[in-house]
């Protein structure tokens, strides 16, 4: 009997697959408090390969939509020198695009073309900031701004990019963006920058930190203040606007106070010192308290001294997890990090490979004879 049930419930699912046509869009699946699908929406974007099931996970309430237009998107997409592969892609990563009016969508790829006339950069960029371009709103605003920064004659380049790292910028009345830049400028003059050199400052600033135009004047003012009161010289603060990328406008003082009392008294150093370590390493007033202070105690865990971290402050920059790694890759060389610099350690990976690739080519040297060819393996 059971086997017979079953036979029957198997000729009927195949009865109904072969009653359901092969695309996506024939089935939708809908509950009682979910807006049924729009299903010319569901049928053109299956068209193109759209990955559906991706759509309805992510961003179903798009499907739902009544008005659409896919075609029409993919076709301007196309123009701009996108294939199949890319549309479908754009479309599956941000498919809220199929809802943009064409016109607003042609608009949108003048204003970007204005600063970008390369269609490959473009479609480049498009691809991996969709949600960017399609930011229909305050198109007024956005033009705005790319005038107004055209007019500092920024790199049209760097303008592009702080449209699609930071369209936020640019949604916001111009106004906003030329008091921080105006801020920016009073800045630079005031810490001995030359007027010659201020757009290729501003070119590195804003590459650096797109974000850099969301931060109030205000906050600019408070950290450069703070630090003047600390006994850093205009060039020193200058060199740490640089070196922290903008970030300077975004540290608070009284977090900055913390991180230097606690970075004096670990290291039992003067003012002049600790001014030197900071110079040395900015990333210190960057850092949280609690993470400053789970790496130094690492540190010294694993044998490294105070002198030792006060002399390379940069080893700060790395989790404590990195320097363990690297300390004992260096160790199975014969590189004893607790006997002699940090500076082996510190850096990016590329930098510490560098370094350790020199002292593996060392060992591989005869010592008697330092300019003799290295071993191969079949030595």
């Given amino acids: 009997m059971l086997r017979v049930t079953t036979a029957s419930l198997c000729?009927?699912?195949?009865?109904?697959?072969?009653?359901?046509?092969?695309?996506?869009?024939?089935?939708?699946?809908?509950?009682?408090?979910?807006?049924?699908?729009?299903?010319?929406t569901v049928d053109s974007l299956y068209e193109l390969s759209v990955d559906i099931r991706?759509?309805?996970?992510?961003k179903a309430w798009v499907l739902s939509e009544k008005s659409s237009y896919v075609s029409e998107t993919a076709d301007v997409l196309r123009d701009m020198g996108a294939d199949t592969a890319v549309i479908a892609l754009i479309l599956e990563t941000h498919p809220e695009a199929v809802l943009c009016r064409p016109e607003d969508v042609a608009a949108q790829r003048d204003l970007w073309v204005s600063v970008c006339p390369n269609k490959r950069e473009l479609m480049g960029i498009i691809e991996k900031f969709p949600a960017s371009?399609?930011?229909?709103?305050?198109?007024?605003n956005q033009r705005d701004n790319i005038l107004y920064l055209q007019s500092l004659h920024l790199s049209n380049r760097i303008i592009g990019k702080l449209m699609a790292s930071a369209p936020q910028s640019f949604s916001r009345p111009v106004v906003l963006n030329k008091e921080v830049i105006h801020t920016l400028r009073e800045t630079y003059?005031?810490?001995?920058?030359?007027?010659?050199?201020?757009?290729?400052?501003?070119?590195k600033?804003?590459?650096q930190n797109p974000f850099i135009l969301l931060r109030p004047a205000e906050a600019w003012r408070d950290s450069l203040g703070f630090l003047r009161e600390q006994g850093f010289s205009t060039e020193e603060l200058l060199g740490l606007v640089s070196s922290l990328r903008a970030s300077i406008a975004e540290l608070r003082p009284e977090c900055m106070q913390q991180a230097l009392a606690f970075i004096e008294e670990a290291f039992e150093c003067s003012k002049d010192e600790l001014k030197v370590i900071v110079i040395h390493c900015p990333a210190i007033l960057y850092y949280s308290l609690p993470t400053l202070v789970a790496r130094f105690h690492g540190l010294m865990d694993v044998g490294v001294s105070m002198e030792q971290v006060k002399e390379s402050p940069n080893v700060l920059e790395l989790t404590t997890e990195i320097v363990l790694y690297r300390i004992q890759k260096l160790a199975s060389y014969g590189y004893d990090v607790r006997s002699g610099s940090l500076d082996v350690v510190?850096?990016?990976?590329?930098?510490?490979e560098m370094s350790y690739g020199k002292l593996q080519l060392r060992q591989q040297r005869p010592l008697f004879n330092p300019v003799a060819p290295l071993r191969s393996a079949e030595d």
């Avoid at 000729?11 to 408090?33: D, E, M």
């Fill in 11 to 40: 000729s009927y699912c195949q009865r109904i697959r072969l009653l359901v046509p092969n695309s996506a869009s024939a089935f939708t699946v809908t509950s009682p408090n979910k807006k049924p699908e729009n299903q010319l």
């Fill in 54 to 58: 991706k759509v309805r996970k992510f």
């Fill in 133 to 140: 371009f399609f930011t229909l709103t305050h198109y007024s």
């Fill in 189 to 203: 003059l005031d810490l001995g920058g030359d007027e010659g050199n201020l757009r290729i400052w501003l070119q």
């Fill in 205 to 207: 600033l804003l590459s």
């Fill in 346 to 352: 510190v850096g990016t990976k590329k930098d510490f």
